[in-house]
Every structure is written in structure tokens, then in C-alpha cells.
Nanobody, 117 residues
Framework: VQLVESGGGLVQPGGSLRLSCAAS????????MSWYRQAPGKERELVAG????????NYANSVKGRFTISRDNAKNTVYLQMNSLKPEDTAVYYC???????????WGQGTQVTVSS
């Protein structure tokens, strides 16, 4: 199982970024996918999640209305579109999935997002 994030970088407040997570080594369409983030000195927190077919999503209150999670099962990729970025969105963003049968967690290596003027 491999999850590889990309798309992070430095952006000014109010700007946008689109993160991607390319998955391999498992049947992507069978599993719920999520994005988490961890800011310096803080615990890792759930940002957004999406069901297997993409029919249902959930978001942290802090990002509702600004971030959108989506997936393309044909490309084995999950995305996080981030708009109206704020300095408090600065964090390392991680792609995550969990295999229900085994209970095992899988994390990507993370991608840094920095929102600063």
C-alpha cells in the first residue's frame, strides 16, 4: 500500500491550492479516504473524508465552505481543493485510509502547506 501526496507549497492568505493523493497497492474504490493535517505543536486532526463512491463527504468545522474533497476512482486519486486559505491552515497534510478487515491504518508521507504573506 502506498499513498503519495503532492500539491503543497507556499500560498498567500486568500489563495488556493489543490492537493492530490495517488494510491496504489490496494483496490482504491473499496475504501473510504480522508485528509488529515498537523500543525507544529498540535495534534493531527481530521480535515475531510469521502466515501468509496464519493457520494458522501464530511469536513472539519474550520474548513467547511472553503475546502472540497473529491476522488477519481479511475485514477486511484483523492483530491483536496483548498480555497480562501488562512494562516491557520498552515500544516503538513496527510492522506489516510484504513482497512476495516484488518484495522490497519495507512498514511502518506505528507505535503507541507504554508499560508503566509
Amino acid at each position: 500500500v502506498q499513498l503519495v501526496e503532492s500539491g503543497g507549497g507556499l500560498v498567500q492568505p486568500g489563495g488556493s491550492l489543490r492537493l492530490s493523493c495517488a494510491a496504489s497497492g490496494f483496490t482504491f474504490s473499496y475504501y473510504r479516504m480522508s485528509w488529515y493535517r498537523q500543525a507544529p505543536g498540535k495534534e493531527r486532526e481530521l480535515v475531510a473524508g469521502i466515501t468509496t463512491a464519493g457520494s458522501s463527504t464530511n469536513y472539519a468545522n474550520s474548513v467547511k465552505g472553503r475546502f472540497t474533497i473529491s476522488r477519481d476512482n479511475a485514477k486511484n486519486t483523492v483530491y483536496l481543493q483548498m480555497n480562501s486559505l488562512k494562516p491557520e491552515d498552515t500544516a503538513v497534510y496527510y492522506c489516510y485510509t484504513k482497512f476495516g478487515a484488518t484495522g490497519r491504518d495507512y498514511w502518506g508521507q505528507g505535503t507541507q502547506v504554508t499560508v503566509s504573506s
